[in-house]
């Protein structure tokens, strides 16, 4: 099991306290939000694709663990002006690897909670006035 | 670090810690080789010695079906059963032996009641009264009951300190009040509620009451027919005993007039190709094999309970709730959840602000040895109404410590400081942010 320094790596309170690009995007074409609901960590991202699916830009927003937000933060400044094909391809197996620390079950689904909600945003155009 | 005052404990209020000793697992490392502090006993309790050698004890020499052999050990098991099933009465002072069902649990007792007395005899328009701190298990059985039947479910609010609102519960018991199903103890909040006051009340306003007693017949002496209580629902697991079994307590009269619930083996009279009539109490509502074993082994944990006593387990567990009640008052920006000490069982809750449940529960796991419940504790309901989406759990039983408190203290006061803001920047890899 790891310990805790282990868990919370510098670098990953580093982007819990000091996230990429948290916030909203007004101009987003695509959305998707959703929770954990055993302990309430939600995640919101907005992307902004382009015609030849690119990601002009992203931005995610969301409340919970450590490891929710961190892992949320990592997963958005890595798919920043990657392409569609980019975020279907990369697996969750990926995502733990992006985060570090070996996690355990109940904590890999904090981690792959924003994974998850990326790879239903593509797929989650904002219609106009309702953008689920 | 700011030091606190100092918070007494009055150790003549507890239990000899000699008692720890009958407990193996209480001598397990956690974490980061941590010795444990078991604070998590609201989602179940450890086993004392005596439990694990009654479950070993049946395996190695009585074990066989229930109330079907003739052969030796049927004959054994059954006779251990059924004094399970005694040792049950006694507990709780049940009237009647067969006014005893073991279940599965809590969660299948509550069931059985929502299903077969539910669907029997609630209509459309009737009304169901829960309240706003009910465990899901007292929530969601109800709400498919209403689904199915067409009655209204009604909640009782809260008070701003998380007890039950007694006043506004007097407004919602109406003549269309079929029943009141209530907790006896709050696993989120803590808070006692007043169940014989409740009973009373709704008995007068011609309701039934189920009281949701698993937070409440481990800690505290229940007695059925002086609560005049209709059905009374708890776990084995809760109480020093095995999960997968727990007990429905019914008036003989109304779990006569309920038809069965599941039905299979055990529970028929006769059975022919399209019809079957049901068995007498208890077997009526205990189709298959019921939990032999885990009944026995509850039985064993009521002789432990009973040899300590719950009026002194139940000091016990006040002593150290006050106690980290108040350690934990004096943390800033640390919300408690729920009333004064002196209104709640023994667990404490609480939430902070900028840190989640799981950073709590992670590095008091990993650093401090000490086990808690982070989440929701299956009362969505009540976190939502709390403006909170999860919360930290400490809940005691009669093997805790006040040294096990300060460890929680000590451990919670670290987290703070782990997670304070200190003006950390990601490393930039984007050059255009």
């Not at chain 1, 919370?8 to 948290?22: A, K, N, V």
């Not at chain 1, 985060?99 to 355990?104: E, N």
């Not at chain 2, 974490?31 to 989602?43: S, V, Y």
């Not at chain 2, 590095?363 to 709390?386: E, I, K, S, W, Y």
Request: net charge negative; with cysteine; proline share 5%.
């Amino acid at each position: 099991m790891p310990s805790e320094e282990e868990l919370y790596q510098e670098h990953i309170l580093d982007h819990y306290e000091d996230p990429f690009h948290r916030g909203h995007l007004t101009s987003a074409t695509h959305a998707h939000e959703d929770k954990n609901p055993l302990c309430g960590d939600v995640v919101r991202i907005e992307l902004e694709l382009n015609d030849e699916g690119k990601i002009k830009n992203v931005y995610f927003d969301g409340q919970g663990c450590v490891i929710s937000q961190a892992s949320a933060s990592m997963l958005i400044e890595e798919m920043y002006g990657k392409t569609i094909d980019d975020i279907k391809a990369f697996t969750a197996e990926e995502m733990l690897a992006l985060y570090g620390p070996r996690l355990t079950p109940n904590r890999q689904k904090c981690c792959l909670l924003s994974w998850k909600v990326l790879q239903s945003a593509v797929h989650s155009p904002v219609a106009s006035g309702d953008e689920n | 670090m700011t030091t606190t005052p100092a918070i007494a404990i009055d150790r003549t209020a507890l239990l000899p810690v000699a008692l720890r000793n009958d407990f193996p697992i209480l001598s397990e490392e956690v974490g980061d080789h941590q010795p444990l502090a078991f604070l998590d006993n609201a989602a179940s309790t450890q086993r004392p010695r005596q439990v694990i050698d009654a479950l070993s004890g049946v395996y190695e020499r009585t074990y066989a079906n229930v109330h079907r052999g003739i052969h030796t050990l049927s004959e054994l098991s059954t006779e251990q059963y059924e004094t399970a099933r005694r040792s049950v009465q006694r507990l709780i002072n049940a009237r009647h032996l067969h006014e005893v069902i073991f279940t599965s649990g809590t969660t299948a007792s509550i069931n059985t009641v929502a299903r077969s007395w539910g669907d029997a005899n609630l209509r459309p328009g009737d009304e169901v009264l829960l309240s706003v701190m009910e465990h899901h298990s007292n929530l969601v059985p109800w709400q498919q009951t209403a689904e199915r039947t067409g009655a209204v479910l009604r909640h009782i609010p809260l008070t701003d300190d998380g007890r039950l609102d007694m006043e506004a519960f007097e407004r919602l018991l109406t003549e269309r009040t079929k029943l009141v199903a209530v907790a006896a103890v709050s696993n989120t909040l803590g808070t006692i509620n007043p169940v014989a006051e409740i009973i009373a009340k709704a008995h007068a306003a011609g309701a039934l009451v189920l009281i949701d007693a698993a937070q409440s017949v481990p800690h505290l002496a229940v007695d059925v027919q002086a609560l005049d209580v209709d059905f009374l629902a708890f776990s084995g697991h809760k109480m020093l005993g095995p999960s997968g079994v727990g007990v429905l307590y019914g008036k003989e009269a109304l779990l006569d007039a309920m038809p069965p619930f599941l039905g299979g083996g055990s529970m028929i009279n006769e059975v022919k190709l399209s019809s079957f009539t049901p068995a007498a109490l208890p077997a009526k509502f205990e189709a298959g094999t019921p939990p032999i074993v885990p009944a026995i082994g509850m039985s064993a944990a009521i002789d432990y309970l009973q040899s300590i006593g719950l009026d002194a387990i139940h000091r016990h567990e006040s002593e150290l709730t006050r106690y980290a009640y108040d350690a934990l008052s004096q943390i800033e920006g640390l919300r408690i959840l729920g009333p004064a000490p002196e209104h709640r069982a023994g667990l404490v809750s609480f939430a902070f602000e900028r840190i989640h449940a799981h950073e709590f529960a992670q590095v008091l796991n990993d650093q401090f040895g000490v086990a808690v419940r982070a989440g929701h504790h299956c009362t969505q309901p009540l976190h939502a109404h709390l403006g909170i989406a999860a919360s930290t759990r400490a809940s005691f039983y009669l093997y805790n410590t006040p040294e096990e408190v300060d460890r929680l203290i000590e451990g919670v006061l670290a987290v703070q400081r782990m997670f304070a803001p200190q003006g950390r920047q990601r490393k930039r890899r984007q050059p255009d942010e």
